[in-house]
Nanobody
Framework: QMQLVESGGGLVQPGGSLRLSCTAS????????IGWFRQAPGKEREGVGC????????QFLDSVKGRFTISRDHDHITAYLQMDNLKPEDTAVYYC?????????????????????WGRGTQVTVSS
């Protein structure tokens, strides 16, 4: 059973950057699509972005396009969410998730129901 642990959250000023890490144990992330999600207080959890296992193509929520990127580390067990030009509305608990598609999929999914493995989240607060 794979487990995921997020790290790298914290308090940052508007316009600043953070890099969140998602570290896996029990399996390697090369076999999985990676999804990042967030949940702000009083709101539903939403998909932020994802990275395809098979093509390395990414998808992002419109409000973060051009500011967030997702990548994998060469260590095979870590994925990252790089967040630049952060805004107060990016404040949320951020979760990483992993999905192992049964067939080759050129595009990753942004739907939460597609993901089987989840971390417990890390808090990101953007405030001056």
């Amino acid at each position: 059973q794979m487990q995921l642990v997020e790290s790298g959250g914290g308090l940052v000023q508007p316009g600043g950057s953070l890099r969140l890490s998602c570290t896996a144990s029990g399996n390697i992330l090369d076999y999985f699509d990676i999804g990042w999600f967030r949940q702000a207080p009083g709101k539903e959890r939403e998909g932020v972005g994802c990275l395809s296992r098979d093509t390395d193509r990414t998808q992002f929520l419109d409000s973060v396009k051009g500011r967030f990127t997702i990548s994998r580390d060469h260590d095979h067990i870590t994925a990252y969410l790089q967040m630049d030009n952060l805004k107060p509305e990016d404040t949320a608990v951020y979760y990483c998730a992993a999905d192992r598609p049964y067939t080759n999929q050129p595009i990753c999914a942004m739907a939460q129901t597609s993901y089987d493995y989840w971390g417990r989240g890390t808090q990101v607060t953007v405030s001056s």
